[in-house]
């Protein structure tokens, strides 16, 4: 029987890139909790990834349709100077993040976590990435230009905010908020699928389930 494949995720951009390996998915969401003591941004996204998927599961447990699925969840920070840089409560803290950011080097980990009936699968990719110096003027207009709002660290690497992004060494994908390789690789290895499977042959599409 083929799996039913849900994302437990309300963002666009991993909506897109999911669609890169499945023609045919679902969208969940989940409210988990994402309050954590923990400071090590590996060991947190790993641990926030994992609360998401299995609070997917649980919706999908109520409905009477966890038979046969796999949920997909991700969680992703941005670190730099010692900070673990979430999303912005608003566009003064996406000014104070991005004048951290400015001129620096910082890392973005994406804890992925895939689960299918009894089994759970987490992981977590790490890039690193390179600002240029940004000027006053230059921050306060994209702090306001609402790119940042919903986004780790207060900037999309896949829009505006490109034009301070010097350099990347890693997945660009994991700094988008997914990293579909390393994803690939979990769902070939751990959940045996084939590469027809994963390497859809046409746009990704999706529909989204509201609780």
Do not use: W
Not at 12 to 41: C, N, Q, V, W
Not at 83 to 98: F, S, T, V
């Amino acid at each position: 029987m083929k799996r039913r494949i849900f994302l437990a995720s309300a963002s666009p951009r991993r909506r897109e890139l999911l669609g890169m390996l499945f023609s045919d998915f679902e969208i969940l969401r989940p409210e988990a909790d994402e309050t954590s003591g923990e400071r090590d941004p590996a060991a947190l996204v790993t641990e926030l990834s994992l609360r998401k998927a299995r609070a997917g599961r649980e919706i999908l447990v109520r409905e009477g349709r966890e038979a046969d699925s796999l949920i997909i969840a991700a969680d992703t920070v941005v670190f730099c100077a010692g900070q673990i840089l979430g999303k912005p409560q608003n566009a003064a803290d996406a000014e104070r993040m991005l004048r951290l950011l400015s001129g620096r080097r910082h890392e973005v980990y994406t804890g992925l976590t895939v689960l299918s009936g009894g089994r759970e699968v987490s992981a977590c990719e790490e890039s690193g990435v390179l600002f240029s110096p940004m000027e006053e003027a230059e921050i306060a207009a994209y702090a306001r230009c609402g790119e940042p709002d919903d986004k780790a660290g207060a900037y999309a690497v896949q829009g505006k905010g490109a034009a301070f992004v010097r350099g990347i060494e890693g997945s660009y994908h994991n700094v988008m908020g997914l990293p579909v390789e390393r994803l690939y690789r979990i769902l070939k290895t751990s959940f045996a699928f084939s590469p027809e499977e994963l390497i859809a042959p046409e746009k990704g599409g999706f529909s989204e389930k509201k609780v």
